[in-house]
Structure formats: structure tokens, C-alpha cells
């Protein structure tokens, strides 16, 4: 049998509500606690299947939810920020 090929997987990590409000509305606002649910069902899946991947979190995000960030840490994930 031939080994399994080998994937990356990364993860943008980012608030929806933010980029519209910024993009569209012109208004800057702090992100939302949708990126909690959302990255922590992530987190959720991944560790079921134990996989792991890069999750690149936008700056403000990872200053608003350190903790956030450290779950991913802690998980084995590998970090990197965006600005």
C-alpha cells in the first residue's frame, strides 16, 4: 500500500461581520462573537479526525479572543497572524 499523500490545510481566521461593516458600511467595529462559534467547530471537527492545520488569525481578532488563539495552540495547530 503507498502512503497517504501528505496535505496542508490552513484557516483564515476573521471576522465576517467586521470585513462587511468595514468594506461596506464604512464603520470599524470589533469583532463579533460569531468567530468564536465558528473557529471553535473548527477546532471541534479537526480534533474528531484528528487533523491539524495552520490557522492565521487576523490581529484584532487574536487581541479581542486570546483565548481563542491559545485552544488552537493548546490543540497542536500550528499559529501565524495576518494583519
Given at each position: 500500500?503507498?502512503?497517504?499523500?501528505?496535505?496542508?490545510?490552513?484557516?483564515?481566521?476573521?471576522?465576517?461581520?467586521?470585513?462587511?461593516?468595514?468594506?461596506?458600511?464604512?464603520?470599524?467595529?470589533?469583532?463579533?462573537?460569531?468567530?468564536?462559534?465558528n473557529?471553535?467547530?473548527i477546532?471541534?471537527?479537526l480534533?474528531?479526525?484528528?487533523?491539524?492545520?495552520?490557522?492565521?488569525?487576523?490581529?484584532?481578532?487574536?487581541?479581542?479572543?486570546?483565548?481563542?488563539?491559545?485552544?488552537a495552540?493548546?490543540?497542536?495547530?500550528?499559529?501565524?497572524?495576518?494583519g
Amino acid at each position: 500500500m503507498s502512503e497517504r499523500p501528505k496535505l496542508a490545510l490552513s484557516f483564515d481566521i476573521e471576522c465576517y461581520y467586521q470585513i462587511v461593516s468595514n468594506d461596506y458600511l464604512d464603520k470599524n467595529i470589533e469583532p463579533t462573537e460569531e468567530v468564536l462559534v465558528n473557529t471553535h467547530w473548527i477546532l471541534d471537527e479537526l480534533k474528531l479526525h484528528k487533523v491539524k492545520a495552520t490557522f492565521f488569525f487576523l490581529g484584532n481578532v487574536a487581541r479581542i479572543f486570546p483565548e481563542l488563539v491559545k485552544r488552537a495552540a493548546d490543540d497542536g495547530h500550528e499559529i501565524g497572524i495576518h494583519g
